[in-house]
């Protein structure tokens, strides 16, 4: 189990390394960079330029030298915790994306949660009820899920919520809590709004793995040792319970690695409509405005949280499957 | 001393009847057709029975029938603007006027700015109903930007205004901005998906193909590409694109993008498939009679599994769309000048704007239809890849 871990962790690092090389050199494609930008602003506006300050940021952040000596530099700071300096905000990257980047993480993980409460007992009745009334109904549920993408349900949801009942359902917390330290009420407020974000970006992930379940769960239930079970005269429920489950349950630990990209692209989005303080907001407006390393870091944040939740997910499955701890591989 | 012949033995008989090897089980003309059906023809037949797929495939057959003729059947050009009808709300179609047939009409409308409500207030005038035209000629364009025509497939009365959808804040007729939009947003999806299908079908195939260090590589290629997040990706790399470029090369730069990260799923299935079909005796049997990598790949492994390919590119195509759709809706995809879904989406984006005038919400409506229409084809078309299931 140790080797599989150590060997499992080694091979993040050089995935780790080149994720960080791709985000600095897209951060780096746009021509010129954030402070050209500001100097033509503000001389178009007809403000003075600080150039002694605009010199200053040059050199202590080196955008004048060449490529490999910026990333060296920035990579450097990042493994020591400093993301850099934020030009929009005049604030170290780390304050800025600090909240936010907990944020898209109580979300990210609330939704997978909500998969996975509503996607067990679904798939369970789809696959033991096979081609009843309620499978299909359920299945046909689980394709709109599937195929309405989760921002324009967003969208919709935000004008009905706003024609109906005359309320803005924008937000992760109430107005009086934002900038606030974390408190109890706080944390309380956050669950309140929580719902509605989880629900717009869960639904799609929330249709594919009932579906996964489901069909697993039926190639399981067609297999000799569950026949047997049944014709030894276990009770079905018993016998569903204590071996095909258990061979269908992988998809949930195993999909978290395709489906934490897929959340988090849908937080991204999601956020901008419903107007959340995670990443999805910051991240729009530090592209629009080349704040190259918000941006850099937040692509950065956002991958590296992916391979780390591949990484669990692989682990957890390991712990879970001795077939794939021993060497073998996932009955994907 | 031999045995003494026994009487009862029976005569030796022969059915001199020309023999009939399928006696047995005679094919019916029905069975015979399925056994000597192609593998694409018992796909059709396997596809034609999947009754939402079918439905779906019509569809969109009709929303890209409607991409090449986009200028004949909206009624006004794009980018026409009437100054007195700013965020008209939508003309209702009409048939009959004080309870008589007179065919589609609509009743005008005037809007006004209410001083006292400060609102904009449209009144119906319901005295003259204005007949919709059909075949009439209207704003010029230049059709497939080279022939300059004005035939449109209908138009408001003379005089007249004709707006299905309202029209948005420069008072642009919606639905005719929407259906130069579909045009867009539709190509795109192809464009992207061809440009993600040349590329997953090239590292695929040399992955799954020669294997070892070579497809290792290449799997690592494609995990990195697979650990960032896709619409993050997408958003940083189209904030990189240039905003001198020309709208055409933005276009391009688009589908670009879009294509570029989404080759990864369509590498791993071609690699997987390749990877089992390599093993079977056909391949092998093909290179001891000495055809090279290419042919035994375009010959002999690429047949076998080409229709799961059609598949699972259709199931990414409305991924594509959808990613337009949100980096134009979010400010960094198209803008204006050229219209997309997400670009008429981005007017949607204040809540309040919508709250006043929700047809701005209706492009919204295509976006889901086609991306549901092209997840059920693409269900049916895998379900129907594997024909001999």
Sequence with gaps: MLAYVARRILVMIPTLFAISVISFVIIQLPPGDFLTTMVNEQTSRGEGVDLARVQYLRELYGLDRPFAEQYLMWIGGVLQGDFGYSFEYRLPVSEVIGDSVMLTIVVTLATTLFIWAVA?????YSATHQYSWGDYGLTFLGFLGLATPNFLLALVLIYFANVHFGTSIGGLMDDRFIDQPMSLAKALSILEHLWIPVIVIGTSGTAAMIRRLRANLLDELQKQYYVTAIAKGLSRRRALIKYPLRAALNPFIADIGSLLPELLSGATIVAVVLSLPTTGPILVHALESQDMYLAGSFVLLLAVMTVIGVLVSDLLLAVLDPRIRLGGRAGR | MMPPR?????????NRAPWDPYHTEPLTAKQEAY?????????????RRHKLAMVSGAVLAFFYLSVLCVEVIAPYHQDTRHDAQIYTPPQQLRFFHNGEFIGPFVYGTRTEFDLQQRELVTTLDIDNPQQVRFFCSGDSYRFWGVIPMDVHLFCPAEGGTLFLLGTDQLGRDVLSRMIYAGRVSLTIGLV???ISFSLGLLMGGLAGYYGGWVDNVINRIIEIFQSFPQLPLWMALSAALPPTWSPLLIYFGITIILGLVDWTGLARAVRSKLLSLREEDFAT???LMGASPGRVIRRHL??????????????????MILGETALSYLGLGLSAPVVSLGVLLNDA???NVVAIYPWLMAPVIPVIVIVLAFQFFGDGLRDAADPYK
């Design chain 1, 120 to 124: 067990f007992p679904i798939g369970i």
């Design chain 2, 6 to 14: 026994r009487r009862d033995h029976l005569e030796h008989y022969v």
């Design chain 2, 35 to 47: 056994y000597l059906a192609s593998q694409w023809r018992i796909m059709w037949w396997k596809l």
């Design chain 2, 192 to 194: 992207g998906v061809t």
């Design chain 2, 285 to 287: 049997a093909a290179q």
């Design chain 2, 302 to 319: 690429l047949p076998s599994f080409a229709s799961h390919l059609i598949a699972s590119a259709t199931l990414s195509i409305p991924a």
């Design chain 2, 349 to 351: 984006q204040d809540i």
